[in-house]
Each structure stands twice: as structure tokens, then as C-alpha cells.
């Protein structure tokens, strides 16, 4: 079965770092598309940011230029490097991922369990 396991996140301070990491596990094919989301309290979940599995990403707008998302793709990883951070960007952050499958033989969405980011002032 196939899981996505995030790592990484917990406190910060505003103007610091802090690093995400969702490792994919499981027997499968190929990995398409990997995204981080976020919900915050009271908001809708939103993309932050995508890599293609050509290595194309696109950002938020709201991250653009403090957040750098990777991959590694003979590990099948995903990493989000938030850098200046705002109290704003305190959510729930979640992995997302495009995912074949061993069986059944098409592309499913997968989600990890969510990491918690909180950033003080």
C-alpha cells in the first residue's frame, strides 16, 4: 500500500527556517506531480507549492521567493524549505501526490497525515 510520511515542521520563529521532508513508501510504479498544501484554522486548504517530475515547480504567490520546494527522485522524496517566515504561514501543511500504483494499474492522489507548522512573532 501506498503512503506518503511527512517529516520536519513543529515551532518557529518569524524570520526563521524550518524544513518539511514526505518520503513516499509502498510498492509502486512512478511518481507524477508532488505538492505541498496548507489549511490554516478557519481556511480552505491551499497549494503552496508543486514539482513536476520533470523538476518544473510553481508556487503560491504568498510563499514565492521565502519557500523552495525538491525532490529527490531516486528516494522518492519531497522537501519544502521555508526560509523568512511569517506568522501567517502557521497551518497544517500537507504532501500530495500523483502516484502509480503497483495495482491497480492507474494514477491515484495520495495524501499524507498533515504536519503541524506554527510560527510566533
Known amino acids: 500500500q501506498v503512503q506518503l510520511v511527512e517529516s520536519g515542521g513543529g515551532l518557529g520563529q518569524a524570520g526563521g527556517s524550518l524544513r518539511l521532508s514526505c518520503a513516499v513508501s509502498?510498492?509502486?510504479?512512478?511518481?507524477?506531480?508532488m505538492t505541498w498544501y496548507r489549511e490554516a484554522p478557519g481556511k480552505e486548504r491551499e497549494m503552496v507549492a508543486t514539482i513536476t517530475r520533470s523538476g518544473s515547480t510553481n508556487y503560491s504567490g504568498s510563499v514565492k521567493g521565502r519557500f523552495t520546494i525538491s525532490r529527490d527522485y531516486a528516494k522518492d522524496t519531497m522537501d519544502l524549505q521555508m526560509n523568512t517566515l511569517r506568522p501567517e504561514d502557521t497551518a497544517v501543511y500537507y504532501c500530495?501526490?500523483?502516484?502509480?500504483?503497483?495495482?491497480?494499474?492507474?494514477?491515484?492522489?495520495?495524501w499524507g497525515q498533515g504536519t503541524q507548522v506554527t510560527v510566533t512573532s
Open positions: 509502498g510498492t509502486f510504479v512512478r511518481v507524477n506531480d
Open positions: 500530495n501526490a500523483m502516484i502509480l500504483p503497483s495495482y491497480p494499474g492507474y494514477y491515484q492522489n495520495f
